[in-house]
């Protein structure tokens, strides 16, 4: 038995074509399969739950962004009894860029298909888990501009979004503590970082390791206005962790704490925390690929 979850929503039209496609692919390869099609915001993290609940190995499959996918590793009650395998099919789909996982379905479906696994790292907050990268600052303030924003789809919504929000920008006051390191300063932003790109393909921290046991805390520092135009093309670029703005630490564990009225964001999700406490969880994540 295979577990299929999608989001009707996510990738717009794309997303119900390619759940009809990768259900016929994998009855053509003998395989029972159960479709979860998700209809409100945590409705996938609840199908997880109960399918590892209920199911001592069970196998699910999910169609969607990051998000979606997201929502499904918080559903886990033990990871031992679940093994994933990721369609990409969303607005951003940076996990399964890290990944090199295919925007293709033919093509993403194939070490599912083949049952290829391995065990890839996540990180554990205080109330949930995130697979990609949380963090605060200017990411987060785009996302904010973006849901308020009507018009537009996808990455060209982003990216108008990401202009208006660079044009305003404010720093945000934070407090950070890694290893030896405490400091407290004014930042464009931070991330917490898995994987390494933000924003449909922006990479933020180039050099994570998705099986390395450690996380990438990224500090870019305040810019003045006119830096931070030409830093956006050096982040485009892949070269942020290079500028002299940007330190980066490697560690097991991160806290992050916003001292303004700025907010959070983790998988992309915004949130009103002020806090961020951080911790690798190493190779529990079992992952078709």
């Given at each position: 038995m295979i577990h299929v979850i999608f989001?009707?929503?996510?990738?717009?039209?794309?997303?119900?074509?390619?759940?009809?496609?990768v259900k016929s692919e994998l009855e053509a390869a003998g395989f029972s399969v159960e479709m979860h099609p998700t209809m409100r915001k945590d409705h996938c993290?609840?199908?997880?739950?109960?399918?590892?609940?209920?199911?001592?190995?069970?196998?699910?499959?999910?169609?969607?962004?990051?998000?979606?996918?997201?929502?499904?590793?918080?559903?886990?009650?033990?990871?031992?009894?679940?093994?994933?395998?990721?369609?990409?099919?969303?607005t951003g789909n940076d996990f399964?860029?890290?990944?090199?996982?295919?925007?293709?379905?033919?093509?993403?479906?194939?070490?599912?298909?083949?049952?290829?696994?391995?065990?890839?790292?996540?990180?554990e907050l205080e109330n949930?888990?995130?697979?990609?990268?949380?963090?605060l600052g200017m990411d987060v303030d785009v996302l904010v501009k973006y849901a308020s924003m009507r018009h537009f789809r996808g990455k060209i919504k982003y990216y108008l979004?990401?202009?208006?929000?660079?044009?305003?920008?404010?720093?945000?006051?934070?407090?950070?503590?890694?290893?030896?390191?405490?400091?407290?300063q004014d930042v464009f932003m931070v991330a917490v970082a898995n994987g390494s790109f933000i924003g449909g393909g922006m990479p933020i921290s180039?050099?994570?390791?998705?099986?390395?046991?450690?996380?990438?805390?990224?500090?870019?520092?305040?810019?003045?206005?006119?830096?931070?135009?030409p830093t956006l093309l050096k982040f485009l670029g892949g070269k942020i962790h290079l500028q002299p703005c940007t330190h980066v630490f490697k560690a097991t564990e991160a806290e992050v704490e916003i001292l303004d009225e700025g907010k959070?964001?983790?998988?992309?999700?915004?949130?009103s925390?002020?806090?961020l406490s951080a911790k690798i969880v190493r190779n529990k994540l079992r992952l078709y690929l």
């Open positions: 989001n009707p929503t996510s990738g717009q039209r794309k997303t119900k074509k390619t759940a009809a496609f993290t609840e199908i997880v739950r109960e399918i590892t609940d209920r199911e001592e190995s069970a196998r699910v499959v999910v169609i969607g962004g990051d998000g979606t996918f997201s929502e499904a590793i918080n559903g886990v009650s033990d990871f031992d009894k679940v093994t994933f395998g990721l369609i990409p099919c969303g399964a860029r890290k990944l090199g996982i295919s925007g293709k379905a033919k093509e993403a479906i194939r070490p599912i298909l083949e049952g290829k696994e391995q065990k890839l790292d996540y990180i949930k888990r995130c697979l990609n990268v949380c963090g979004a990401l202009f208006d929000t660079l044009i305003h920008f404010k720093p945000h006051r934070v407090r950070y503590k890694v290893g030896d390191v405490e400091k407290e180039p050099e994570s390791d998705v099986r390395d046991g450690m996380l990438d805390l990224v500090v870019i520092d305040a810019l003045k206005r006119g830096k931070i135009f959070i964001q983790i998988d992309g999700e915004v949130r925390e002020p806090k």
